[in-house]
């Protein structure tokens, strides 16, 4: 099984422009992210649309693809960057990891996760989810929830907080019943990646703005996994000084 880690990384953040440049301990977030993923996964590629983003990454010995500065999804952007690099490089890649490139600090158990749920043959799309422990994170619409049947098949994404427990005060909600929050981390088998990618925006989609109700509403199956480990994303200028703080 040949993966493949794919970085989506652009310029234009709304809320923090130049984000995968931003200096974290004398390395750039990109790099940061590049390296962690490189200790478990051999194929990594940065997706970009940025010539300073290509350029940095060149500079530390990555792999870069430029892709078109119209995606509007990093799903999108790996679907692109994985035909051109796999044509340039006469390959073919089973399962594409699809990495936030604004996790600087990402754990190698969750690609070591994501890789494993792949060792079922009928795994079409994979994600991460954690536990919540603090009640606070359960009414929080920027830590998006997800409920999954018993195979851990997820049957839903959402902002809200899901499921609404009856007959109980909502301080109290993560003491009587298990809520998890999603890891925005992807894993896709190769052809399926093709195929979401062609899909219609939905419904579901729009109303959550989480594009992985898209696939649920198209059928597509995603398998979930349960992590203890903390993903720390950094989407802001004050997120970033908040982790500068904490580390240096």
Not at 125 to 148: G, M, Q, R, S, Y
Not at 160 to 168: C, G, H, Q, T, V
Not at 209 to 214: F, H, I, K, M, Y
Request: hydrophobic content about 35%; overall charge positive.
């Amino acid at each position: 099984m040949k993966v493949i880690g794919i970085i989506p990384a652009r310029y234009g953040s709304v809320r923090f422009p130049g984000k995968p440049l931003a200096d974290i301990g004398g390395k750039t977030m990109i790099r940061r992210v590049y390296e962690n993923s490189a200790e478990v996964l051999e194929n990594i590629i940065v997706a970009t649309d940025d010539r300073l983003i290509y350029d940095e990454v060149v500079s530390f010995g990555g792999k870069v693809v430029m892709t078109s500065a119209k995606h509007k999804s990093g799903t999108d952007r790996c679907a692109e960057a994985l035909k051109k690099y796999e044509t340039a490089e006469n390959k073919v890649f089973d399962i594409v990891i699809n990495i936030q490139g604004d996790e600087p600090f990402l754990h190698k158990e969750h690609l070591q996760k994501l890789i494993t749920c792949f060792d079922d043959s009928k795994t079409e799309i994979a994600t991460l989810v954690k536990k919540i422990n603090i009640n606070e994170d359960i009414f929080n619409p920027n830590k998006p929830k997800v409920v999954f049947d018993k195979n851990k098949k997820a049957i839903y994404f959402s902002r809200s907080a899901i499921p609404y427990l009856r007959n109980a005060e909502k301080k109290e909600w993560h003491l009587k019943h298990n809520y998890f929050k999603h890891i925005g981390i992807y894993a896709y088998r190769r052809d399926i990646l093709k195929k979401i990618t062609n899909l219609d925006i939905s419904g579901l989609e729009i109303a959550e703005s989480l594009e992985q109700n898209r696939w649920i509403e198209n059928g597509f199956k995603i398998k979930t996994d349960i992590t203890d480990k903390e993903s720390i994303s950094i989407d802001t200028p004050e997120d970033l000084e908040r982790l500068l703080k904490k580390l240096f």
